[in-house]
């Protein structure tokens, strides 16, 4: 992750200082469209195109130029406090700036494409399009961290869990020769303390996952026959 203000600066000395050098085209390459470190340095000259401006990166096993060639292979992105990226790493934080583009499609489903298809049964929201383009000009979060996090934890962490529970449950007990507290303690951290923290966390992370709450996701579905329309 770097900040656009410093990649910008970057550019600028290497223009200035190192113009054209190796550098200076790899993280041009890099920031600019973007790829990915490795891929830089697979390049050859024949690669470009003047007529279309363009490159082609290819695998060049035999001018000493193999895409795969043990380079870095990481990928700058500016990522600052002002980006709302769709997909980070953060699983409660994908979810919550997630639901603001499905919220987005779901009013454009239910004011413009339903009504499209049939006009008799009007709008649900009569003033959508200035909700929409209040949105767009000013996104909003339409659903609460604990409802993300609870979303993400019962789709995908909450089974991966479950296996590294399990996974860490048989490994504590497998052993014949010590008993599972002893076997459970961490460094300084005895046994009881670690098999504490782990019930504790697993107790959390389930709780929030299925304690039951008002939804606020708009425009998702969670019943019904997936074979057949929904008539609800």
């Known amino acids: 992750m770097i900040d656009s203000e410093v990649a910008d600066g ?3 000395d290497l223009s200035t200082y190192e113009y054209a ?4 085209v790899c993280f041009l390459l890099i920031w600019r469209a973007p790829l990915r470190r490795g891929a830089t340095h697979a390049l050859d000259v024949d690669d470009y195109d003047p007529q279309e401006v363009s490159l082609d990166v ?5 001018t000493g130029t193999p895409i795969k060639n043990k380079r870095d ?11 709302h990226p769709s997909h980070t790493i953060q699983p409660s ?21 339903a009504n499209a298809l049939d006009p008799s ?23 609460t961290f604990r ?4 979303n993400r934890l019962r789709r995908v962490y909450l089974a991966l869990f479950g296996v590294l529970l399990a996974a860490w449950i048989f490994r504590i007990t497998v052993t014949p020769r010590q008993d ?53």
């Open 93 to 113: 934080y994908t979810s919550l700036w997630y639901d603001v583009y499905r919220s987005r499609i779901r009013m454009l489903q239910q004011n413009l494409f």
């Open 180 to 232: 599972w507290l002893t076997t459970a303690a961490i460094a300084a951290a005895p046994g009881s303390v670690v098999v504490g923290v782990v019930a504790t966390f697993s107790v959390t992370v389930l709780g929030i996952a299925i304690w039951p709450h008002k939804r606020q996701a708009k425009g998702e579905s969670r019943e019904g026959d997936p074979e057949t329309w929904n008539e609800d």
């Open 147 to 150: 409802e993300a996090l609870a």
């Open 121 to 143: 049964q009007g709008t649900e929201h009569p003033d959508w399009r200035v909700e929409l383009s209040n949105d767009y000009r000013t996104p909003k979060l339409k659903v």
């Open 73 to 83: 292979g990481e990928r700058f992105i500016d990522l600052s406090e002002e980006t």
């Open 21 to 24: 050098s190796e550098r200076h």
């Open 58 to 62: 290819r695998h060049h096993p035999e």
């Open 10 to 12: 970057i550019l600028d």
